[in-house]
């Protein structure tokens, strides 16, 4: 078997120059070669006019999300593996990730040592899964429910992405702080989210019909 036919060629696609050039510069190796960019674009032209192993993908690329990505990727002829790469993604995004066809989930926390076999792995035709998303499977059907929001968590919500303070929907609904506290907690919970920032996101994302934009 040639060299050639050896080397893993792998495509990075991230937002932040930092990382992609620190990880490019890690990982390349003999076996291994690696070439980054900042966007779904740049990132599907790069796979209609070459061969990828294996694309690494950020999940959140500033006005751009993953799942943009495969369904175009595909169409410009692209039959290799994609590993999600993210700093945090919630479990109702990795589910949907998972039934486009991704190959797992890899959080960026893990080391450097872990992402070089998780890439391996999948350019074998493996699925790699961060620890946290160990039990998913991207089995057809397999389709978690969205959660579902009673009254009082609607509107806290909408005020949320109006921008108001917890004080402002306080005395928007008449009720105290810290059940708007409380409230938002439930939501938290309920979205798989740990911060009013990431909260915004995912209901843009996933619940904006529910919430009757």
């Known amino acids: 078997m040639s060299t050639a036919e050896k080397t893993l060629r792998v495509l990075l696609v991230d937002d932040h120059a930092l990382f992609r050039e620190s990880v490019t510069s890690a990982l390349s190796q003999p076996g291994l070669e690696i070439k980054h960019c900042a966007t779904i674009r740049e990132a599907v032209r790069d796979v209609a006019e070459s061969r990828w192993d294996v694309v ?59 992402l070089k076999e998780a890439i391996r792995l999948t350019a074998a035709g493996g699925t790699f899964m961060d620890r946290s998303f160990s039990r998913m499977t991207a089995e057809p059907g397999d389709q978690a429910a969205a ?40 939501l938290f919970q309920k979205t798989g989210v740990r911060t009013r920032g990431q909260l915004v996101r995912v209901a843009f994302e996933q619940y904006e019909q529910e919430l009757g934009f």
């Open 147 to 186: 959660p579902r929001f009673n009254d009082r968590q609607r509107r806290v919500l909408r005020f949320v992405l109006e921008g108001l303070s917890n004080k402002e929907i306080a005395w928007r609904l008449q009720i105290s702080e810290s059940y708007v506290k409380a409230i938002l907690q439930s």
């Open 56 to 114: 690494l993908l950020d999940q959140d690329l500033g006005d751009e999300r993953a799942s943009l990505f495969l369904p175009a990727a595909r169409q410009a002829g692209f039959d290799g593996r994609v590993l999600i790469v993210t700093a945090w993604i919630s479990e109702h995004e990795a589910r949907r990730l998972l039934r486009q066809g991704v190959a797992g989930i890899f959080l960026k926390e893990a080391p450097l040592q872990e």
